[in-house]
């Protein structure tokens, strides 16, 4: 019983550490809470853990013991190119939004998750190497104890995502319709740094 705890310890604290670290998940649900609502936090984790729950099914096969640069390499250049499309997107609906109603660049929260997960390269080089490593650590244990550090690390993206998309979509009420327009378009050049730094600090390793 408490390795198991142990293990929702550390999954829920690795966790937390790395969801409050500013990313293209994060600036997603910024943008798809201020046209859906605070339940876009949820919707977008939902997808993300669909995400990880893959990964996780991968790892416990032994996928990660096959992983190679190569793949991370073409993973940063592709999943960079998709951020900057997305963010170019989402710069140009800033430049007309309206406070009065609109819809998202993103097809929905669920697959903002979705995209913001699979395209972002150092999401895979965590799970591969350091998230395999505690997951192969639960795996000692059992099966339950890797899948509790899990379900654990889910908890805390949930947690937080649920308090960026709550503040956000209750936030919109006071704001102007010129900061709705700067935030979103804000967002968009987040997603193009992100995009660009993906695929440059691969290249830059040949």
Excluded at 60 to 67: D, K, N
Excluded at 150 to 170: K, Q
């Amino acid at each position: 019983m408490l390795e198991i705890l142990t293990m929702l310890f550390i999954g829920f604290s690795v966790g937390l550490t790395g969801a409050l670290v500013p990313g293209p998940m994060l600036f997603a649900t910024i943008e798809t809470s201020l046209t859906r609502g605070w339940t876009s936090g949820p919707r977008v984790v939902s997808g993300h853990a669909l995400v990880e729950l893959l990964v996780f099914v991968l790892i416990v096969t032994g996928f990660s013991t096959l992983a190679s640069h190569g793949i991370i390499l073409w993973i940063s250049i592709i999943g960079g190119a998709v951020l900057v499309i997305f963010g170019v997107m989402t710069i140009k609906k800033g430049q007309t939004a309206t406070l009065s109603g609109g819809s998202s660049v993103f097809k929905s929260p669920f697959a903002a998750g979705v995209i913001t997960s699979i395209s972002h390269p150092y999401f895979w080089l965590w799970w591969l190497t350091a998230g395999a490593g505690l997951i192969l650590m639960g795996l000692e244990v059992s099966l339950l104890a890797a899948s509790i550090f899990l379900i654990g690390h889910l908890m805390a993206d949930l947690g937080w995502y649920t308090v960026v998309s709550t503040a956000m979509s209750r936030g919109k009420t006071l704001m102007s319709e010129v900061m709705y327009q700067r935030i979103l378009m804000g967002c968009g050049v987040f997603l193009i740094a992100f995009g660009v730094w993906f695929m440059t600090s691969q290249l830059n390793l040949y």
